[in-house]
């Protein structure tokens, strides 16, 4: 009991100086990652978000084509980074919803003008719901769900070139 | 929050239209009270528990983030509609983990921060007695 | 030409404390040697070049001296005098000279001052402050010189973050830094006193002093902290567990315990190695929270001047000083006796008991700030926040603050309770009739309900060691102990009367509408663009008035600062004896309705006269054990002259 006490405190900062250590070494993770990987998308219904494509409702990720699930916004300085690359991932075959978070018609036309438009399906989350209920918690994030509704992978920040075949890759495994 | 360190960043270099800033008003109860006062007890002291996800440490009763207030709308909204506040605490959990809780419950990972306070209550008795119980 | 002074003083005061460090550990083989008598002086010198390089850097602010990197960076030729003047140690840099600066001033005092202490144990506390400092100094120098010139004067300051453009936040840093200094004191005397072997109560007597200061600035700077966060976030909390202000709070816990352990000791020479103890865990904290702040490792609202690499050098220092003290406790301490013992009923029965619950309450804000990190170390992320803090807190709590109204009445080394059963009984009947009362009121909510009762209670109990004496009679330090308590209960009662009883309303409404919070009747008189020296503002202008009677003006703001660019809202508070009024102004909602977020909190402020109460308490005990001990050394000095000139 002596002896415990005596070294019992030394042996305790030496129990967090040791973790303090490997966390300084360590690179923060600010992301939030989402715990629903594997986990079918609950049901949702989004009212068009663009004149030019339909909204997005839970049918349409259930009709047996895997997808990418691309939440973004006009007014989100990285998705003008990544539109190229969803460009380059549309052109190698691969199908992109897009659920467009607190946004008018106007500057998501005025961004799709601009910056093309990669999307088969453009949906208007205003109360951030369908990005709540996947999980994510930022734009840019692009979701692979698979033929069922079924999130597979979440890929948080913008895509970029290296991404391209990693989402391809991941589409390839979920049977598109 | 690198993305949000980012964003603000490029928002400062590249000079972009004042009207493609973030502009949509918040959601409909992320600012506005259930008109029910219980109900609005139960979702404040529900939402002051929430972790805002976009913030550095601050629960979403706290913040003025956009995000913070469309989860706001989504507490009041649910408990409006009848739910639960534990219902909805575990429906955030089943999307996010335990991180977007501040209330721990106990756990796998989570059992010594219930643990540890229990031992300290023990050694704290053993201490007082030994020590005081010896006289002069 | 200024820059380079202060940098040379920097540099010199450096060499001198090297020469402090061996002159002291020289001195413990033979405490006359030439070197060890130049450790005293050393350390005056020391502490005063250390002074005159932080004068150096208020000056360069002054005239916002745009050759100086660290001004650059921080300051603005537009800002106001007193915002140029915090700008100095608003930064990581400059905070750090003022860390270094008020360490060598303490070390200088007592260099010159303490000498009650035998000589060696003087010569070994000082070493020990060397050791200390000559860390922070190789931090300063060599990582992050304060006085680093710019290649090219800059054009113009980059500004101070506008969330520091604060009259309360430009003061509160320095206020901690005082007290994490003041512990650091303490810890050097820990250390003397181990290494000589001479833990007495003249050792807790020449320490007394300092851990009382140091205490009494860290309770002026959480309170001051938590009243910043309180209007300044705009959301009217006022305490938010956040890992930054728990950063605070533990060297105030642990500071506490060892004021209340070093009162033991010097008076009954009892509790030797706890004491020892306590003094080497004290300073621990404040160094871990210095490093958790600057380190940037746990994610907190309050992140200031974050930067892994500074981390890693506090990191380092910490394993040096704490590890090394922590060492040198585990070699000691079993030959260092535990001295007298005492009966489980008397002042230090209840003294070790106010020890053990807040050494436990240590203990768990320790593990629910560090926790979170623990589990990211497996990659799994977790939040440990008030509903963990709050009930856990309150089991050790409650059971303290109960013992802290009767403990006082106490006899020292052995009473019994059917001497105190009358304060005893009060207290309990109080404490049920105001439970009672609360629920009446309408108040369900269990810790807030048992927090005003035992507010109460221990408010009463507070002033019951003061009963049947002549109070023009009674002690400072039993004045300061008194109202320290008093003030515990006060604040208590404002904590647990905002949680039971706080109303929030948030309303849109348009110009001349009005809506009701509480007992007030808020009306939005007027919303007008306002500018300022360095931001702009929507500022709302609205008419309160309380229970209908006159109205009064409030204009809260939300600002935007343009160097650095940062919005923040200004909250305004309307201040009664019962409470506040908390308003303010948010976005507009569309269709000319303006966002207002409005709280009464009745109550409220009683936390931080609460907390302003137990810092007056501490300065009282503070006289009062200064005064004793010049008296003391006066009797003593006479009685020395006396014995010399029967000698002759």
Same mark, same amino acid.
């Given at each position: 009991?002596?002896?415990?006490?005596?070294?019992?405190?030394?042996?305790?900062?030496?129990?967090? %100086?040791?973790?303090?250590?490997?966390?300084?070494?360590?690179?923060?993770?600010?992301?939030?990652?989402?715990?629903?990987?594997?986990?079918?998308?609950?049901?949702?219904?989004?009212?068009?978000?663009?004149?030019?494509?339909?909204?997005?409702?839970?049918?349409?990720?259930?009709?047996?084509?895997?997808?990418?699930?691309?939440?973004?916004?006009?007014?989100?300085?990285?998705?003008?980074?990544?539109?190229?690359?969803?460009?380059?991932?549309?052109?190698?075959?691969?199908?992109?919803?897009?659920?467009?978070?607190?946004?008018?018609?106007?500057?998501?036309?005025?961004?799709?003008?601009?910056?093309?438009?990669?999307?088969?399906?453009?949906?208007?989350?205003?109360?951030?719901?369908?990005?709540?209920?996947?999980? %994510?918690?930022?734009?840019?994030?692009?979701?692979?769900?698979?033929?069922?509704?079924?999130?597979?992978?979440?890929?948080?920040?913008?895509?970029?070139?290296?991404?391209?075949?990693?989402?391809?890759?991941?589409?390839?495994?979920?049977?598109? | 929050?690198?993305?949000?360190?980012?964003?603000?960043?490029?928002?400062?270099?590249?000079?972009?239209?004042? $009207?493609?800033?973030? *502009?949509?008003? /918040?959601? /409909?109860?992320?600012?506005?009270?259930? $008109?029910?006062?219980?109900?609005?007890?139960?979702?404040?002291?529900?939402?002051?528990?929430?972790?805002?996800?976009?913030?550095?440490?601050?629960?979403?009763?706290?913040?003025?983030?956009?995000?913070?207030?469309?989860?706001?709308?989504?507490?009041?909204?649910?408990?409006?509609?009848?739910?639960?506040?534990?219902?909805?605490?575990?429906?955030?959990?089943?999307?996010?983990?335990?991180?977007?809780?501040?209330?721990?419950?106990?756990?796998?990972? *989570?059992? /010594?921060?219930?643990?540890? /306070?229990?031992?300290?209550?023990?050694?704290?008795?053993?201490?007082?007695?030994?020590?005081?119980?010896?006289?002069? | 030409?200024?820059?380079? =002074?202060?940098?040379?003083?920097?540099?010199l005061a450096a060499a001198l404390s090297v020469l402090q460090l061996i002159g002291g550990a020289?001195a413990? &083989?033979?405490?006359?040697?030439?070197l060890a008598k130049l450790v005293r002086p050393a350390a005056v010198m020391q502490g005063l070049l250390a002074g005159?390089?932080?004068?150096?850097?208020?000056?360069?602010?002054?005239?916002?001296?745009?050759?100086?990197?660290?001004?650059?960076?921080?300051?603005?030729?537009?800002?106001?005098?007193?915002?140029?003047?915090?700008?100095?140690?608003?930064?990581?840099?400059?905070?750090?000279?003022?860390?270094i600066t008020v360490m060598a001033l303490a070390g200088g005092l007592i260099g010159f001052v303490e000498r009650?202490l035998?000589e060696?144990?003087m010569q070994a506390t000082l070493a020990a402050q060397a050791f200390v400092g000559l860390?922070?100094y190789?931090?300063?120098?060599?990582?992050?010189?304060? !006085?680093?010139?710019?290649?090219?004067?800059?054009?113009?300051?980059?500004?101070?973050?506008?969330?520091?453009?604060?009259?309360?936040?430009?003061?509160?840093?320095?206020?901690?830094? #005082?007290?994490?200094v003041?512990?650091s004191v303490?810890?050097s005397f820990?250390?003397g006193?181990?290494?000589?072997?001479?833990?007495?109560?003249? !050792?807790?007597?020449?320490?007394?002093?300092?851990?009382?200061?140091?205490?009494? !600035?860290?309770?002026?700077?959480?309170?001051?902290?938590?009243?910043?966060?309180?209007?300044?976030?705009?959301?009217?909390?006022?305490?938010?567990?956040?890992?930054?202000?728990?950063?605070?709070?533990?060297?105030?816990?642990?500071?506490?315990?060892?004021?209340?352990?070093?009162?033991?000791?010097?008076? &009954?020479?009892?509790?030797?190695?706890?004491?020892?103890?306590?003094?080497?865990?004290?300073?621990?904290?404040?160094?871990?929270?210095?490093?958790? @702040?600057?380190?940037?490792?746990?994610?907190? @609202?309050?992140?200031?001047?974050?930067?892994?690499? &500074?981390?890693?050098?506090?990191?380092?220092?910490?394993?040096?000083?704490?590890?090394?003290?922590?060492?040198? #406790?585990?070699?000691?301490?079993?030959?260092?006796?535990?001295?007298?013992? #005492?009966?489980?009923?008397?002042?230090?029965?209840?003294?070790?008991?106010?020890?053990?619950?807040?050494?436990?309450?240590?203990?768990?804000?320790? =593990?629910?700030?560090?926790?979170?990190?623990?589990?990211?170390?497996?990659?799994?992320?977790?939040?440990?926040?008030?509903?963990?803090?709050?009930?856990?807190?309150?089991?050790?709590?409650?059971?303290?603050?109960?013992?802290?109204?009767?403990?006082?009445?106490?006899?020292?080394?052995?009473?019994?309770?059917?001497?105190?059963?009358?304060?005893?009984?009060?207290?309990? @009947?109080?404490?049920?009739?105001?439970?009672?009362?609360?629920?009446?009121?309408?108040?369900?909510?269990?810790?807030?309900?048992?927090?005003?009762?035992?507010?109460?209670?221990?408010?009463?109990?507070?002033?019951?060691?003061?009963?049947?004496?002549?109070?023009?009679? @009674?002690?400072?330090?039993?004045?300061?102990?008194?109202?320290?308590?008093?003030?515990?209960?006060?604040?208590?009662?404002?904590?647990? +009367?905002?949680?039971?009883?706080?109303?929030?309303?948030?309303?849109?409404?348009?110009?001349?509408?009005?809506?009701?919070?509480?007992?007030?009747?808020?009306?939005?008189?007027?919303?007008?663009?306002?500018?300022?020296?360095?931001?702009?503002?929507?500022?709302?202008?609205?008419?309160?008035?309380?229970?209908?009677?006159?109205?009064?003006?409030?204009?809260?703001?939300?600002?935007?600062?343009?160097?650095?660019?940062?919005?923040?809202?200004?909250?305004?508070?309307?201040?009664?004896?019962?409470?506040?009024?908390?308003?303010?102004?948010?976005?507009?909602?569309?269709?000319?309705?303006?966002?207002?977020?409005?709280?009464?909190?009745?109550?409220?402020?009683?936390?931080?006269?609460?907390?302003?109460?137990?810092?007056?308490?501490?300065?009282?005990?503070?006289?009062?054990?200064?005064?004793?001990?010049?008296?003391?050394?006066?009797?003593?000095? &006479?009685?020395?002259?006396?014995?010399?000139?029967?000698? +002759?």
């Amino acid at each position: 009991m002596n002896k415990l006490w005596i070294w019992g405190p030394l042996g305790l900062f030496l129990m967090f %100086s040791g973790l303090a250590a490997y966390q300084l070494t360590q690179p923060k993770d600010e992301f939030v990652q989402s715990t629903m990987i594997g986990k079918p998308i609950p049901d949702f219904d989004l009212r068009p978000a663009h004149q030019d494509r339909p909204g997005l409702a839970i049918a349409d990720l259930k009709d047996g084509k895997p997808k990418l699930l691309n939440i973004w916004a006009s007014w989100c300085v990285p998705c003008i980074a990544e539109a190229p690359h969803l460009e380059a991932l549309n052109r190698a075959g691969a199908e992109i919803v897009g659920v467009a978070i607190r946004d008018r018609p106007a500057d998501v036309a005025r961004f799709l003008a601009q910056h093309g438009n990669p999307y088969t399906r453009i949906g208007a989350d205003d109360l951030s719901e369908v990005q709540l209920s996947v999980g %994510s918690s930022g734009v840019p994030e692009t979701f692979v769900v698979d033929g069922n509704g079924i999130i597979l992978h979440q890929h948080i920040g913008d895509v970029r070139a290296e991404h391209v075949p990693m989402l391809l890759q991941k589409l390839a495994e979920a049977g598109a | 929050m690198m993305r949000f360190i980012l964003a603000i960043l490029s928002a400062a270099l590249i000079v972009m239209p004042a $009207s493609a800033q973030q *502009t949509l008003p /918040p959601a /409909p109860l992320a600012y506005e009270q259930l $008109s029910d006062p219980a109900q609005e007890e139960a979702a404040q002291a529900l939402m002051e528990t929430l972790r805002c996800l976009k913030c550095q440490s601050q629960s979403i009763a706290d913040s003025d983030a956009p995000m913070a207030g469309d989860m706001r709308h989504q507490v009041r909204s649910r408990i409006a509609a009848g739910e639960e506040p534990e219902a909805i605490r575990a429906w955030l959990v089943e999307r996010y983990g335990d991180y977007v809780s501040y209330a721990p419950t106990v756990s796998n990972t *989570t059992w /010594p921060l219930f643990a540890i /306070p229990l031992l300290l209550l023990i050694v704290a008795g053993v201490i007082i007695r030994r020590r005081v119980g010896k006289r002069s | 030409m200024a820059a380079e =002074l202060g940098l040379a003083a920097l540099w010199l005061a450096a060499a001198l404390s090297v020469l402090q460090l061996i002159g002291g550990a020289l001195a413990q &083989r033979d405490t006359n040697s030439d070197l060890a008598k130049l450790v005293r002086p050393a350390a005056v010198m020391q502490g005063l070049l250390a002074g005159f390089a932080f004068l150096v850097l208020l000056y360069l602010f002054a005239v916002t001296d745009l050759s100086v990197k660290l001004v650059a960076a921080n300051s603005h030729s537009d800002k106001p005098m007193i915002f140029k003047l915090a700008g100095a140690w608003g930064n990581h840099e400059g905070s750090m000279l003022l860390w270094i600066t008020v360490m060598a001033l303490a070390g200088g005092l007592i260099g010159f001052v303490e000498r009650r202490l035998p000589e060696q144990t003087m010569q070994a506390t000082l070493a020990a402050q060397a050791f200390v400092g000559l860390g922070f100094y190789a931090f300063l120098l060599l990582s992050s010189n304060p !006085f680093e010139r710019l290649p090219e004067p800059a054009m113009e300051g980059m500004g101070l973050n506008p969330l520091l453009q604060d009259i309360g936040l430009a003061f509160h840093p320095p206020t901690l830094y #005082f007290g994490y200094v003041g512990l650091s004191v303490a810890f050097s005397f820990a250390v003397g006193a181990l290494l000589t072997r001479q833990v007495n109560p003249d !050792f807790a007597r020449a320490m007394r002093p300092w851990v009382l200061g140091a205490w009494i !600035f860290l309770t002026l700077g959480i309170t001051a902290g938590s009243y910043w966060a309180y209007y300044e976030l705009g959301w009217g909390g006022w305490w938010f567990w956040d890992p930054v202000e728990n950063a605070s709070l533990m060297p105030w816990l642990a500071a506490t315990a060892l004021l209340h352990s070093v009162s033991v000791l010097a008076a &009954r020479d009892a509790l030797r190695t706890w004491t020892i103890m306590l003094g080497v865990v004290a300073f621990s904290m404040s160094m871990l929270g210095t490093f958790l @702040v600057r380190s940037g490792i746990l994610t907190s @609202v309050h992140a200031f001047a974050a930067d892994p690499e &500074r981390g890693t050098f506090i990191l380092g220092l910490l394993i040096l000083y704490i590890g090394g003290a922590l060492l040198l #406790f585990g070699l000691r301490a079993s030959s260092i006796s535990e001295g007298d013992r #005492f009966s489980v009923t008397s002042r230090e029965g209840a003294l070790v008991f106010n020890n053990v619950m807040l050494s436990a309450i240590l203990g768990i804000v320790l =593990l629910g700030t560090l926790y979170p990190l623990l589990t990211e170390a497996f990659d799994v992320r977790v939040s440990v926040g008030p509903p963990y803090f709050n009930p856990v807190g309150a089991v050790f709590t409650i059971p303290m603050l109960m013992v802290m109204a009767v403990g006082p009445l106490l006899r020292w080394r052995q009473d019994s309770f059917t001497r105190v059963k009358w304060p005893i009984i009060i207290s309990a @009947v109080v404490m049920v009739a105001v439970l009672a009362l609360v629920v009446i009121l309408g108040s369900y909510s269990i810790l807030a309900d048992l927090g005003l009762a035992v507010a109460v209670a221990l408010g009463i109990g507070s002033f019951m060691p003061l009963r049947g004496r002549n109070l023009l009679r @009674v002690p400072i330090a039993t004045w300061g102990m008194v109202v320290a308590h008093f003030g515990i209960a006060v604040a208590l009662f404002g904590m647990a +009367s905002e949680s039971a009883f706080s109303e929030e309303k948030l309303a849109a409404i348009s110009v001349g509408e009005s809506t009701q919070v509480g007992p007030w009747q808020v009306t939005l008189d007027a919303v007008e663009p306002v500018a300022g020296p360095n931001w702009t503002a929507i500022q709302a202008n609205l008419g309160a008035s309380y229970d209908g009677g006159t109205s009064i003006e409030l204009t809260p703001q939300s600002r935007n600062f343009w160097a650095p660019p940062q919005e923040t809202t200004e909250s305004v508070l309307a201040t009664r004896w019962n409470g506040q009024l908390y308003a303010v102004v948010g976005n507009e909602a569309g269709d000319g309705r303006w966002q207002l977020r409005l709280w009464w909190k009745p109550f409220v402020t009683l936390i931080w006269y609460g907390g302003i109460l137990v810092a007056l308490g501490g300065l009282l005990a503070l006289i009062g054990r200064v005064k004793t001990d010049l008296k003391r050394r006066y009797v003593v000095k &006479r009685a020395g002259d006396r014995r010399a000139e029967a000698a +002759s």
